[in-house]
């Protein structure tokens, strides 16, 4: 098993109802006891309408939360469009330094 595993949007956000959060499950548990690199982090929520890049988000944020003794996530991005994804989810001020 690698010590990081890297994803991506398509890695975590699912095409129908209920697949994300699955996606995104699959992705933590793959990186079990190590780092979940996710680049392009910004990218997973693409606009307000968004209702599957919301939930991996929310999803995201819960298991960050549960194992955070088992895992070290990195969000990666450019500086604005990372600073932007952060502000819009007020989950994410509280759980990670940016």
Do not use: C, W
């Not at 307000?48 to 939360?65: N, P, Y």
């Not at 469009?81 to 989950?91: C, K, Q, R, T, Y």
């Amino acid at each position: 098993r690698d010590l990081v595993s890297e994803v991506s949007r398509p890695d975590l956000v699912g095409e129908h109802s209920g697949a994300t959060a699955l996606k995104v499950t699959k992705a933590f548990d793959d990186a079990d006891g190590g780092v979940l690199f996710i680049d392009e982090a910004y990218s997973i929520v693409q606009g307000d309408r968004d209702s599957f890049g919301r939930e991996a988000v929310d999803t995201i944020i819960k298991l960050m939360e549960d194992r955070r003794d088992r895992i070290i996530v990195i969000l990666a991005g450019y500086q604005k469009e990372m600073s932007d994804f952060v502000a819009a989810n007020p989950g994410f001020k509280s759980r990670i330094a940016f």
